[in-house]
């Protein structure tokens, strides 16, 4: 038995390669299932795709069935039409009980940008159910995907790991953010620039039913990419003044060299405001606002990246027991499944070998016993375990070697000795 998978994420790829190479709709992974199983027919597949990651998670009885990464990466590059060159190096492998190990881990969330964040989870969950509805999963894949739910259950329940606040979205809203409004639903949100963070924290003030979403970004295109992804609309460039004056809560992040918002440029936008208090997370590096935009009046309250990061790391390092717990937890659980799949894996070849062997003890035994009638009941009786106990023992390192292997590791090789060795089928 084998599992495997192949992945790029936020902390192998970025933003651009993981986009190339995101399935972006159920029918996309559907096609993709298709696919696969025209490719590789005696592999399970399951794919992971979200906004920080993108992974195939393949399962084999053989593993002489699995693909290899490169056939993985032509699966990519042919089905998105993306050349190979331009992500191969982009991707991982990791196979045995380290896929295992990896999938706890995502579905933990202790590998994610957000460490701890329920989200992730149910995006397994979510992409579990596609594969199961697109007949591309099985078995081995049942059992991973369903143990990496129940691991996701037990370290929530067992660890504080999703208590607080560290990620750099999680703390704008949740910390700065709720310290100025009660409430999102009745606020217009206006995103500067289109940026994975400013991405990451709309997932979050969408998650506090926000009002109205505008994007305003140089580039058209995109605004109305990310303006779409959340249920908002994008704006033209030329509008931004108009916005600066409507927003109560703005984020921004383009990237630009220089402060697109100086105080002089916000204090003309704040005549048009009626003094309003306004939110301002300022998540370019270097800024976009000017820090002496926070000085234009008192209902200016505006947050820099490092702000955010101060207080990011603070909560992360309360935190740091807790995450130890968790990886405490994946290890003890990959352990457990990796001896649990190969335990079904080598436990009929065990019967069956045992089985042969006492047969033909028995065989043997039933000729000696005809060839001396006069042998007592009692004595065939002590013969009977004798031979027993010399077939248990001559057994008992072979066994022994099978069982360590297949806990320590994936026990083919030995497996297909023994198969061979014994003619079992």
């Given at each position: 038995m084998n599992v495997q998978v192949v992945y790029c994420n936020h902390q192998t790829a970025d933003l651009s390669v993981r986009e190339k190479l995101a399935f972006s709709s159920e029918d996309d992974l559907l096609r993709?299932?298709?696919?696969?199983?025209?490719?590789?027919?005696?592999?399970?597949?399951?794919?992971?795709?979200?906004?920080?990651?993108?992974?195939?998670y393949t399962a084999q009885e053989d593993a002489s069935d699995a693909p290899t990464s490169e056939q993985l990466a032509t699966f990519f590059s042919e089905f998105h039409?993306?050349?190979?060159?331009?992500?191969?190096?982009?991707?991982?492998?990791?196979?045995?009980?380290?896929?295992?190990r990896h999938l706890f881990k995502v579905a933990c969330s202790v590998d994610s940008m957000v460490l701890g964040e329920n989200q992730i989870v149910s995006q397994v969950k979510s992409a579990y159910?596609?594969?199961?509805?697109?007949?591309?999963?099985g078995p081995l894949t049942n059992a991973l995907f369903q143990r990496a739910l129940n691991v996701s259950r037990r370290v929530r329940t067992e660890t504080r790991l999703s208590e607080g606040r560290i990620s750099i979205a999680s703390v704008a809203v949740g910390e700065f953010?709720?310290?100025?409004?009660?409430?999102?639903?009745?606020?217009?949100i206006l995103v500067i620039g289109a940026g994975e963070m400013a991405e990451e924290t709309l997932r979050y003030l969408q998650n506090e039913g926000v009002g109205e979403i505008v994007v305003v970004n140089r580039t058209h295109d995109r605004a109305v990419q990310v303006a779409s992804a959340?249920?908002?609309?994008?704006?033209?460039?030329?509008?931004?003044?108009?916005?600066?004056?409507?927003?109560?809560?703005?984020?921004?992040?383009?990237?630009?060299?220089?402060?697109?918002?100086?105080?002089?440029?916000?204090?003309?936008?704040?005549?048009?405001?009626?003094?309003?208090?306004?939110?301002?997370?300022?998540?370019?590096?270097?800024?976009?606002?000017?820090?002496?935009?926070?000085?234009?009046?008192e209902g200016v309250f505006l947050y820099d990246i490092d702000d955010l990061e101060r207080t990011c790391e603070r909560n992360r390092a309360t935190r740091t027991t807790e995450i130890a717990k968790a990886r405490d937890i994946i290890e003890e659980e990959t352990s457990r499944f990796m001896h649990d799949i190969y335990h079904k894996a080598t436990g009929p070849i065990v019967q069956r070998l045992r089985e042969r062997w006492h047969d033909v003890s028995r065989q043997e035994l039933d000729v000696l016993y005809r060839k001396?009638?006069?042998?007592?009941?009692?004595?065939?009786?002590?013969?009977?375990?004798?031979?027993?106990?010399?077939?248990?023992?001559?057994?008992?390192?072979?066994?022994?070697?099978?069982?360590?292997?297949?806990?320590?590791?994936?026990?083919?090789?030995?497996?297909?000795?023994?198969?061979?060795?014994?003619?079992?089928?």
């Open positions: 993709a299932y298709d696919e696969l199983r025209q490719r590789f027919p005696s592999s399970e597949h399951v794919v992971v795709s979200t906004c920080n990651r993108v992974e195939i039409q993306v050349p190979v060159e331009a992500f191969l190096g982009d991707l991982l492998e990791q196979t045995g009980a380290e896929a295992v159910e596609v594969a199961t509805k697109g007949n591309a999963n953010g709720r310290s100025i409004f009660d409430r999102f639903d009745d606020k217009t959340f249920r908002g609309r994008a704006s033209s460039w030329d509008e931004l003044d108009d916005w600066l004056s409507r927003a109560d809560v703005i984020v921004s992040t383009t990237g630009a060299h220089d402060p697109i918002v100086d105080a002089n440029r916000f204090r003309q936008a704040r005549q048009k405001s009626s003094g309003k208090p306004v939110f301002i997370l300022d998540l370019g590096a270097p800024r976009d606002f000017a820090s002496d935009v926070a000085d234009v009046d001396l009638p006069q042998l007592s009941e009692g004595d065939q009786q002590a013969i009977d375990r004798t031979v027993e106990r010399i077939v248990n023992k001559l057994l008992h390192p072979p066994l022994e070697t099978l069982r360590d292997e297949a806990r320590d590791g994936t026990p083919h090789g030995l497996l297909d000795a023994i198969m061979r060795l014994f003619h079992l089928h």
